[in-house]
């Protein structure tokens, strides 16, 4: 089955690292995933620019209104994902309690929907 891990960071904890251990932990989480992705689990990885950069479009009454990020009072933001392949629910749950942000953030599991599934139901 497929899971989603998607990666919450949090600026205050991670500007607090002391000097060289994002770095340490970055190569970790790279190299990591790299051993992942060999093994066949990991099918995608990807980080995501800062909150500030990104846009929410919304269209209401017909009308497309487009907001500039951040949107939510919040320490912790999405900064990333990896798409996982795991024989159960736990193996995700070990594999997201691997990723070193984990401990400087969040990382949320969940699994992906069968989208043929869905894609079949509406005859699309």
Same mark, same amino acid.
């Given at each position: 089955?497929?899971?989603?891990?998607?990666?919450?960071?949090?600026?205050?904890?991670?500007?607090?690292?002391?000097?060289?251990?994002?770095?340490?932990?970055?190569?970790?989480?790279?190299?990591?995933?790299?051993?992942?992705? @060999?093994?066949?689990? =990991?099918?995608?990885?990807?980080?995501? *620019? &800062?909150?500030?950069?990104?846009? +929410? !479009? /919304?269209?209401? $009454?017909?009308?497309?209104?487009?907001?500039?990020?951040?949107?939510?009072? @919040?320490?912790?933001? =999405?900064?990333?994902?990896?798409?996982? *392949? &795991?024989?159960?629910?736990?193996? +995700? !749950? /070990?594999?997201? $309690?691997?990723?070193?942000?984990?401990?400087?953030?969040?990382?949320?599991?969940?699994?992906?929907?069968?989208?043929?599934?869905?894609?079949?139901?509406?005859?699309?």
């Amino acid at each position: 089955m497929k899971y989603l891990l998607l990666v919450y960071s949090d600026d205050t904890l991670l500007n607090a690292l002391p000097p060289g251990e994002f770095e340490t932990r970055m190569h970790s989480c790279i190299t990591h995933a790299d051993e992942l992705r @060999t093994q066949g689990k =990991l099918l995608d990885a990807q980080q995501l *620019e &800062a909150p500030a950069t990104a846009k +929410a !479009v /919304r269209i209401r $009454a017909g009308k497309t209104v487009v907001l500039d990020g951040p949107f939510a009072e @919040t320490k912790e933001y =999405l900064a990333g994902f990896n798409l996982i *392949e &795991a024989d159960s629910e736990e193996e +995700a !749950v /070990r594999m997201a $309690a691997e990723l070193p942000w984990a401990k400087t953030g969040c990382i949320e599991v969940r699994p992906l929907r069968d989208f043929d599934a869905v894609r079949r139901r509406v005859g699309a």
